[in-house]
């Protein structure tokens, strides 16, 4: 899990994304549990493999 972004401070608003592989998933769910909300979620499909040359 990778996560991007700044919280809120001092009575501000921030946003945050989080970067979650598939098999990472139960770590999005263990963060909704704890903060007892559920997160947007947006599903990136990967169309193309990335190669080195």
């Known amino acids: 899990m990778h996560r991007i972004g700044r ?7 921030g946003e945050a994304i989080s970067l979650v592989c598939v098999d ?3 770590l999005l769910a ?3 549990k704890l903060i007892q ?7 990136v499909e990967l ?3 990335l ?3």
């Open 30 to 32: 263990d963060i909704e």
């Open 7 to 13: 919280t809120g401070h001092a009575g501000a608003r």
């Open 51 to 53: 190669s080195r040359n």
């Open 47 to 49: 169309t193309q493999r």
């Open 24 to 26: 990472e998933y139960h």
């Open 37 to 43: 909300q559920k997160l947007p979620l947006e599903v």
